[in-house]
């Protein structure tokens, strides 16, 4: 070991016995990188490398221009049920909040959206873009895509429900989670803004198809979600 990693493996180390001192709680926004450096006796680049291996370990998150906070528990998240992601929060005893930031029609369709078209031709989907939060703090950001020729309405009908109940009630249809994708990716930086991150910052793609009783695709969602804030869990 170099004297350089030597150093920067120690500030670490004593980086880690402060934040489980419980000094700062989950969620909780750290000292700026001065007063940190002031506090524990770390040089400032030294101190930057230290946290950026706590941020590889989960341990501590970063928003961009807010600083540094302290990692809370991870969401555990069952993509393959319909729960919606408020339900699903409140059972673990989490305080969730969620937004949309679009509701419009697009006419490009990569081949990621053709399965939305393929019963039911249309030349225009319907893009439904949203975040949400655990504690405030913005944990996944998403794109939904549903065909308008299937749904007519569907945007002016969803207001802040889940898409599942305006399947339900204004549809009469029950979907399932038909197809699911994982990828760990770079968060693009239109997306990863929305989380309060900075561009390339690691995430976890979900690619998630909804089928009808009929097993055709009406719905597909896109989940960007960052890596320290879920476990995702499968039941088979």
């Known amino acids: 070991m170099t004297g350089n990693q030597s150093t920067v493996e120690n500030a670490k180390e004593k980086l880690d016995r402060w934040l489980k001192d419980g000094i700062t709680t989950p969620g909780g926004k750290l000292p700026s990188e001065r007063e940190l450096g002031e506090l524990l006796g770390i040089k400032r680049m030294t101190l930057r490398q230290a946290l950026l291996n706590l941020e590889a370990e989960s341990k501590i998150f970063r928003k961009d221009r807010k600083g540094w906070f302290v990692t809370q528990p991870r969401f555990n998240y069952s993509p393959e049920l319909?729960?919606?992601?408020?339900?699903?929060?409140?059972?673990?005893?989490?305080?969730?909040?969620?937004?949309?930031?679009?509701k419009s029609r697009t006419s490009d369709i990569p081949e990621t959206l053709a399965p939305l078209i393929a019963v039911t031709p249309s030349t225009e989907l319907y893009r439904i873009t949203g975040w949400g939060a655990l504690e405030g703090h913005k944990v996944f950001y998403h794109e939904t895509y549903i065909n308008p020729e299937v749904a007519p309405g569907f945007i002016e009908q969803l207001e802040n429900h889940s898409f599942s109940s305006v399947w339900e009630k204004c549809y009469q249809k029950e979907t399932v989670v038909k197809k699911l994708i994982f990828k760990p990716v770079r968060m693009p930086g239109d997306i990863s803004k929305y989380l309060g991150g900075s561009a390339g910052m690691p995430a976890i793609l979900i690619e998630k198809h909804r089928a009808d009783q009929q097993g055709n695709i009406v719905q597909i969602d896109i989940e960007y979600w960052r890596f320290e804030a879920v476990d995702l869990i499968i039941n088979l």
């Open 82 to 102: 319909s729960a919606s992601f408020q339900r699903a929060a409140i059972e673990q005893g989490r305080e969730p909040s969620w937004g949309f930031t679009e």
